[in-house]
Structures are given as structure tokens and as C-alpha cells.
């Protein structure tokens, strides 16, 4: 597609489920990047991938907080065992390469919610 | 380790004001710097960037410069409009992470 992809748009889940989030790079961009943004807060890094590799996992939140990349294209957030705290809208963005100063195009977020 | 301050909202003007959005940035080497927006119920863009010091850079009216010695990043316009109304996060990129800002609430009123 023309820009970056995420899925569902919205997801209420109950407390204590597990959810799966889904991002679909522009195609050709192999750096790839995770964010939370809480209501009325910034954006709290998560993780990044160059190519299928994740370098840095330092900003996941807990042991709960899991993703992964394949074939240098899709990628998914999984959190398990969702908690209230959890609930934000999960930014992915994607750029060329990882550490250039072309700047990261942005998906519109997925809105989790949990009840 | 790398950070970026910028000030706190929500900044209020009036239409045809001047804007100053204040950023500074903490950092090992020599990051890109860069501007984002999020309007409204739509998702974050780059607004615009640079890459050196003493770089400008300049979209929709918006200019930034790269300021080493003062480890700086502002963002100006010369005249707001009410469609400027928009959450806007400094950001950079050093060891192939994006760092950004904890965001500014613009409000133009007409």
C-alpha cells in the first residue's frame, strides 16, 4: 500500500486477554518502529526492527509485551494478558533504514482498550 | 542517554500570530533533528527535518534550524492559521532510534 498500515483501528478487550496487533510497513522500508501513546501523553518507544531484527527491545513495558517481524514486511505487537494499564493507541511507523535522518512515516494506530 | 524537552502546553494564539515552539535535545554525536504533527484525529506526519548543524528546515510556513551550540530545535511560523491547531512533537534519531518530545497542544483561535 501507499502508506503504513495497522489493524484493527479500534480493539476493546477484557483484562486478563491476550491481543494482537498488526502493522504493514510501506514496502521497501526495512526499519520498522513500535510506540505507545497514552491519552494526552507523548509517544513511549517500544521496540524497533531493522530487517527481521529487533536490536533494541529496551522500551517493552513488561515480559508481557512481545513482537515480532517477518519477511522484512508485516509485524505484530502482542501483549498477553492485557491489564487496564495497557490500554493506548499503538503507534507503528516505518523508515528507508534505521538511523538516517529521512524521518519515519507513521500508520493511524491501533486504539486498545481494556475492560 | 538521548532526550528531547520541549514546552509545555497548550500554547493558545490568535490567527496571524507568531509561533515559537521551544525544543532542546540531549545527545551523543550528531543526531537528525525533526518536527511531527498530529491533527486532529488523523496520524502523526513529518513536518520537516534537518541533519547537520546549521541546517534549516522549512515546510507549510513552519521553519526549524539546527542549533549545535545551543543544542536547539524551535520551531517557528511568521503568521498561525486556525487549520495550524495540531499537536506538534520534536524528535530525533541517533543510533537508530526515533526519540521524541512529550508533544505541544497548539489551539489558533480565529
Known amino acids: 500500500g501507499a502508506g503504513v498500515s495497522q489493524s484493527p483501528s479500534n480493539k476493546v478487550t477484557e483484562k486478563g486477554k491476550d491481543v494482537e496487533l498488526r502493522c504493514d510497513p510501506i514496502?521497501?522500508?526495512?526499519?520498522l518502529y513500535w510506540y505507545r501513546q497514552r491519552l494526552g501523553q507523548g509517544l513511549e518507544f517500544l521496540i524497533y526492527f531493522q530487517g527481521n531484527s529487533a536490536p533494541d527491545k529496551s522500551g517493552l513495558p513488561s515480559d508481557r509485551f512481545s513482537a515480532e517481524r517477518t519477511g522484512e514486511s508485516v509485524s505484530t505487537l502482542t501483549i498477553q494478558r492485557t491489564q487496564q494499564e495497557d490500554s493506548a493507541v499503538y503507534l507503528c511507523?516505518?523508515?528507508?533504514?534505521?538511523?538516517?535522518?529521512?524521518?519515519?512515516?507513521f500508520g493511524q494506530g491501533t486504539r486498545l482498550t481494556v475492560v | 542517554g538521548n532526550s528531547v524537552t520541549q514546552m509545555e502546553g497548550p500554547v493558545t494564539l490568535s490567527e496571524e500570530a507568531f509561533l515559537t515552539i521551544n525544543c532542546t535535545y540531549t545527545a551523543t554525536g550528531y543526531p537528525s533533528l525533526f518536527w511531527y504533527v498530529q491533527y486532529p484525529g488523523e496520524g502523526l506526519q513529518l513536518l520537516l527535518k534537518?541533519?547537520?548543524?546549521?541546517d534549516k528546515g522549512s515546510n507549510k510556513g513552519f521553519e526549524a534550524t539546527y542549533r549545535k551550540e545551543t543544542t536547539s530545535f524551535h520551531l517557528e511560523k511568521g503568521s498561525v492559521q486556525v487549520s495550524d491547531s495540531a499537536v506538534y512533537f520534536c524528535?530525533?534519531?541517533?543510533?537508530?532510534?526515533?526519540?521524541f518530545g512529550k508533544g505541544t497542544r497548539l489551539h489558533i483561535l480565529p
Open positions: 524528535a530525533l534519531t541517533e543510533d537508530d532510534k526515533i526519540i
Open positions: 511507523a516505518s523508515s528507508l533504514a534505521a538511523g538516517t535522518g529521512v524521518g519515519a512515516f
Open positions: 514496502s521497501g522500508h526495512t526499519a
Open positions: 534537518a541533519t547537520k548543524a546549521d
